[in-house]
C-alpha cells in the first residue's frame, strides 16, 4: 500500500495515518510505503511511523549531486542499504 501526500500540501506536516492500524486491519500481510514529499529530514519520522519503503524522487533527483543525496538518505535510515531485488514481497 502506498501512503502519498499530495504535491500542494508541501510544506504541511507529514501524516501518514496509523500505519500499524492499517497493517493490522489487514491481517499483517502489507508492505507500507510512504510517497511524496519525502525529504532527508523526515526519514526517521517515517520509518518510526512504520513505513516499510520510502519512495524519494525530487529530493534526490533534483540534486546538484546526487550520490550525495542518496548516501545522505541511506545514512539516515540508520541500517544497511538492502538489495531490493531480495525484497519477498509474496504473502
Same mark, same amino acid.
Given at each position: 500500500?502506498?501512503?502519498h $501526500?499530495? #504535491? !500542494? =500540501?508541501d !510544506?504541511? %506536516?507529514?501524516?501518514?495515518?496509523? #500505519?500499524?492500524? #492499517?497493517r /493490522?486491519? =489487514?491481517?499483517?500481510?502489507? #508492505?507500507? %510505503?510512504?510517497?511524496?514529499g519525502? $525529504?532527508?529530514?523526515?526519514? $526517521?519520522?517515517a520509518? /518510526?511511523?512504520?513505513?516499510d519503503?520510502?519512495?524519494?524522487?525530487? %529530493?534526490?533527483t533534483?540534486? /546538484?549531486?546526487?550520490?550525495?543525496?542518496?548516501?545522505?538518505?541511506?545514512?539516515?535510515?540508520?541500517?544497511?542499504?538492502?538489495?531490493?531485488?531480495r525484497?519477498m =514481497? !509474496?504473502?
Amino acid at each position: 500500500m502506498e501512503l502519498h $501526500r499530495a #504535491i !500542494d =500540501t508541501d !510544506d504541511a %506536516a507529514h501524516a501518514w495515518g496509523d #500505519i500499524a492500524a #492499517i497493517r /493490522k486491519a =489487514t491481517g499483517g500481510k502489507l #508492505i507500507v %510505503a510512504t510517497a511524496g514529499g519525502v $525529504r532527508v529530514n523526515v526519514v $526517521r519520522e517515517a520509518l /518510526k511511523a512504520g513505513a516499510d519503503i520510502l519512495v524519494v524522487g525530487h %529530493a534526490i533527483t533534483a540534486s /546538484k549531486d546526487i550520490k550525495r543525496a542518496a548516501d545522505e538518505f541511506i545514512e539516515h535510515m540508520d541500517k544497511e542499504e538492502i538489495d531490493q531485488f531480495r525484497v519477498m =514481497t !509474496d504473502f
